[in-house]
Nanobody, 133 residues
Framework: QVQLTESGGGSAQAGGSLRLACLTS????????LAWFRQAPGKEREAVAA??????????ADSVKGRVDMSISRDGEKRQLNLQFFNLKPEDSAMYYC????????????????????????WGQGTQVTVSS
């Protein structure tokens, strides 16, 4: 059983920065895929980004791919997953969820399911991000 606790959400102005953090109850470094998902009011929950076990390969959803102002990272020593925003946009407003699942380190198998929320078995309670223009 893995417990996930998000923090770092809040209100910010467009163009501002924010770092979301997700503390995991166990060491996930080599055996768990970690990801961020988000859900805006009236919309379905969608993937944002994921990071693989082992080498820490990163993959971003098409909706955010190409944005140089957003980055997923992890700190194994702190058992923490991060999502850093450097240039917030109003469309980033959403509830952000951290999720985890067991996974192998093969890129081909991991990448196929990395952004599929149905594959994730552990979820945090979420942290709200509100961006005003």
């Amino acid at each position: 059983q893995v417990q996930l606790t998000e923090s770092g959400g809040g209100s910010a102005q467009a163009g501002g920065s924010l770092r979301l953090a997700c503390l995991t109850s166990v060491n996930t470094y080599n055996t768990y895929s970690l990801a961020w998902f988000r859900q805006a009011p009236g919309k379905e929950r969608e993937a944002v980004a994921a990071i693989s076990p082992g080498f820490g390969e990163r993959i971003y959803a098409d909706s955010v791919k190409g944005r140089v102002d957003m980055s997923i990272s992890r700190d194994g020593e702190k058992r923490q997953l991060n999502l850093q925003f450097f240039n917030l946009k109003p469309e980033d407003s959403a509830m952000y969820y951290c999720a985890a699942r067991t996974a192998g380190t093969s890129w081909s198998s991991w990448s196929k399911e990395a952004l599929d929320q149905t594959k994730y078995m552990y979820w945090g309670q979420g942290t709200q991000v509100t961006v005003s223009s």
